[in-house]
């Protein structure tokens, strides 16, 4: 069947029929659903490509609450929020599970809303029970005549015909052939001859295995000749095929990877290229290539090579949210799917990403999890990158709002880091700051003012008084001191960090920015709302140039200027800003998110507020508008509401 009239199969189908594109492979299942994916997701709410070799449940539903901008998380709570929200919501959806086994596989995944669309490729044939079939079959004789010669630059003849039968006219075997033909000038007959027997017995088989391994013989055979054409080609393939090997950035291939040729490879049709992007040409020869590398410690010392650049030499001031993209998304490939080629020299590299992603406010739990076990299996329990990586765990929980958690790991990591790098280690340091900060947020207080004030001195005495880990405590030490109502105490120590965050580090710095929000704070606790109100202002402003408007740090920043605005009678503003907030945190941080509870509370707060005071206004008597230090609202009632900001300081840890 022509590939346009396959496309309209699957655009006739309408919402809330799954649409099953089957067949064997190479026959290009997955291109088409790619190619209606791409075309059509932007008439859709959501859109959500899953891959199903990778069908444990966590990781689909990570991949759904990615779309959902859920917090990506693995709890059994986040499945059925994801679950809920696609079956019962009014938003529309398409959804691919590609590379689906059996119908069985999906189960509870097929979404019962009238507004979503779901397409599934898979090889297996007998979906008429689940879905509508569009089979996709291999060429018909004149269309794979036609690609082959187009392959070749070929004149279509007889012996054209005849080599596409003995491919079978499946579409990847064509392209391989036609491209090697062509490079190795060849005609068809001669190509022909060279096939062995197995090969066309196993094109012409209905035998799923015997296929692919025909194919098989075809991309060993297009690799052998670009290797020997040039003898780099295999190294490149091989790094290629064990990255997340579909549309890589070719500007970040040719930054981080010294000279790499693409073009022989791109010649005999194993990858395919546009003007920004880099594909391993189909999943069969990145699998097989994957499994059968011939020379494992080379690759992984070109691993070692191309993400140290990426990630470590780049440097945390130059990275951004859009330039760790590229290769987080290949190193969470590479430690979900090959981990047996991670090594103890890659963890450094693994941490500072892991680091990284926490400090552009997109930490990703399940990513430093990984990280961490590997860390645990490779070095032991015991090693400065395991305890490292427990730490960066432990933060990526902390911006989850799952404080317990975060709590559980630096509790016996600190006491682990004492025993084993010493009490004044710098990690050791770090794991007392982040504890003390931890222990705040579920209200263990007086603890958390002990190892505070502890974690201060120690790294005053330890690093320095200038040091930015030394001015991370100070702040730390006022946000205690603000939680159990020293307040003048809190603002004296914010007033001396954001003068030595401005002087060491800069105006627009992000923790000279964390100081002047953590002071307008302590501004307001005082009474000084006027000032608190001039300062957050600025603050919000300046963050979110330099954070970024979706960076948590930039939402806290708005937070506390709609409490600021309300604090000062503004109730109308202060609501607005509130709102606003809400749904920027429940976007971004997922509904559950402890921040954005705080935000949800801020607003009811606001406007029983706004109430109070529209029941009290009459012609003759407004209210006042500015409250006094003294008075009892509305500050003392939006003060609980107040979020300060925690340096946990994991750069530590590099």
């Known amino acids: 069947m022509p590939r346009n009239t396959l496309m309209e199969g699957i655009a006739r189908s309408n919402v809330s029929v799954v649409t099953a594109v089957h067949g064997i492979g190479g026959v290009g299942k997955s291109q088409l659903a790619a190619k209606y ?53 009014p938003d529309s959806w398409l959804l ?26 898979s090889r297996y044939r007998h979906w008429a029970d689940y879905a509508t079939s569009v089979a996709v079959d291999v060429f018909d004789h004149s269309t794979a ?40 000038q060849l005609n068809f007959r001669t190509y022909h001859q060279q096939l062995r027997a197995h090969v066309t017995a196993g094109l012409a088989s209905s035998d799923a295995a015997r296929t692919d391994q025909a194919v098989r013989g075809l991309w060993e055979q297009s690799l052998s000749a670009a290797v020997t054409a040039d003898t780099s080609a295999s190294a490149l393939m091989e790094f290629l095929c064990v990255l997340d090997w579909t549309d890589i950035d070719r500007q970040w291939l040719s930054t981080h990877y010294r ?54 030499d780049t440097g945390p001031d130059l990275q951004t949210a859009e330039t760790l993209a590229e290769p987080v998304r290949h190193l969470e490939h590479l430690t979900k799917n090959h981990p047996h080629l991670v090594t ?26 990984r990280v961490h076990q590997l860390s645990r299996t490779l070095n032991g329990p015991d090693h400065p990158d395991t305890l490292g990586a427990a730490l960066r765990l432990s933060a990526t929980y902390w911006s989850a709002g799952d404080y317990r958690r975060a709590v559980d790991i630096e509790q016996p990591t600190l006491a682990n880091c004492e025993r084993i790098l010493g009490p004044d280690h710098p990690t050791t340091l770090m794991a007392r700051n982040n504890l003390a900060a931890s222990c705040a947020r579920i209200n263990r207080h007086d603890e958390a003012l002990e190892l505070g004030e502890r974690a201060f001195a120690d790294r005053k005495r330890v690093l320095g008084p200038d040091h930015p880990q030394t001015l991370n405590s100070r702040n730390n030490l006022a946000n205690r001191y603000y939680a159990v109502g020293r307040y003048s105490d809190a603002l004296d120590l914010d007033e001396r960090s954001f003068t030595q965050r401005r002087e060491v580090l800069g105006e627009t710095h992000a923790d ?32 979110e140039r330099v954070l970024g408007p979706n960076h948590p740090d930039t939402l806290t920043s708005r937070h506390n200027l709609a409490i600021r605005h309300a604090s000062v009678g503004h109730y109308e503003q202060g609501a607005e800003y509130a709102r606003s907030v809400l749904a920027d945190r429940e976007r971004v941080l997922g509904h559950d998110h402890p921040d954005a509870l705080v935000t949800r509370n801020l607003i009811k707060a606001i406007e029983e507020l706004l109430r109070r005071d529209t029941e009290a206004s009459t012609p003759d008597k407004q209210p006042s508008t500015v409250p006094t230090s003294s008075s009892p609202a509305p500050y003392n009632v939006l003060q609980s509401f107040d979020r300060r900001l925690e340096s946990l300081g994991l750069e530590d840890l590099v």
Not at 96 to 121: E, G, R
Request: net charge negative; glycine share 6%; with cysteine.
């Open 37 to 89: 994916f791409n075309d059509h997701q932007h008439a859709f709410d959501f859109a959500v490509w899953v891959d199903m070799r990778e069908r444990h449940g966590r990781t689909i539903f990570e991949m759904i609450a990615t779309a959902l901008d859920l917090p990506k998380d693995n709890s059994a709570d986040l499945v059925e929020a994801a679950r809920n929200h696609i079956k019962g919501g």
């Open 96 to 121: 691919v599970f590609d590379n689906c086994d059996h119908p069985s596989h999906l189960d509870s995944l097929l979404p019962q809303s009238p507004n979503a669309k779901v397409i599934v490729t």
């Open 145 to 184: 005549v036609t690609y082959l010669c187009e392959r070749a630059q070929q004149t279509p003849n007889r012996e054209a015909g005849d080599l596409a039968t003995g491919l079978g006219c499946l579409p990847l075997a064509l392209s391989l052939a036609g491209s090697y033909c062509f490079k190795q």
């Open 259 to 312: 000279s790499p040729n693409l073009g022989v490879l791109f010649e005999y049709s194993l990858i395919e290229l546009t003007q920004s992007q880099i594909s391993v040409k189909h999943n069969l020869i990145a699998d097989g290539v994957a499994s059968n590398l011939t020379d494992r410690s080379a690759l992984q010392e070109k691993l070692i090579e191309v993400f140290r650049g990426a990630i470590t």
């Open 344 to 369: 103890p020299r890659l963890i450094p590299i693994l941490n500072q990403a892991v680091w990284q992603l926490q400090d552009q406010g997109t930490a990703k739990t399940e990513f430093a999890d």
């Open 512 to 543: 000279t920015l964390m100081s002047r929000n953590n002071m307008a704070v302590s501004y307001a606790a005082v009474g000084r709302y006027e000032d608190a109100l001039n300062l957050d202002e600025q603050t919000w402003v300046d963050t």
